[in-house]
């Protein structure tokens, strides 16, 4: 797993909670903006996190925080009626912090699906703290 870059063009429906990184005030950027994903080892986009940043440095920093508080995310279901399927996603003190990337056909699986991502930040977040970047590790289970 890693926790990924991206950098994209700013539209009015993505940026409408962008801050300025020197004066905090809101509006729109003036050029790319920058985000974070979580990505599976085969490249498969697990999770995003809901917030943008005027520069990469910045996501990265908001990426570090929620390694750092793994133990306190909260999962939560995230029903859509209409299309019958459900997502998730995770809260720091009541916070929106990361989206899941896909819909589950019920919401038990959805809840698993948003707490193995949570299980997989806490272990790279352990692997951080040991120095163990980069370093092979088993493919985690996941069971329904």
């Known amino acids: ?7 994209g063009c700013p539209r009015s429906s993505c940026t409408r ?11 729109t950027p003036a ?3 920058a985000a974070w994903r979580l990505v599976s080892d085969n490249h498969r986009e697990i999770a995003r996190g809901c917030r943008f940043f005027a520069t990469e440095r910045l996501a990265r920093a908001d990426a570090a925080v929620l390694l750092r508080h793994a133990p306190d995310l909260a999962v939560h279901p995230s029903v859509e009626p209409r299309l019958r399927t459900t997502g998730w996603f995770v809260t720091l003190d009541r916070r929106l912090v990361m989206i899941g ?3 589950y056909e019920n919401r038990s699986v959805a809840r698993n699906a948003g707490a ?3 299980r997989l930040l ?8 040991d120095g163990a970047e ?6 985690p289970e ?3």
Do not use: C, K
């Open 116 to 118: 193995l991502a949570v």
């Open 101 to 103: 990337a896909r819909r």
């Open 31 to 33: 050029g790319p903006i």
């Open 134 to 139: 980069g370093r092979e590790r088993p493919a």
């Open 122 to 129: 806490a272990e790279m977040a352990r692997d951080a703290a």
């Open 1 to 7: 797993m890693s926790l990924r870059g991206y950098t």
């Open 17 to 27: 909670d962008f801050r300025h990184p020197r004066t905090g005030r809101p509006g």
């Open 142 to 144: 996941f069971a329904l």
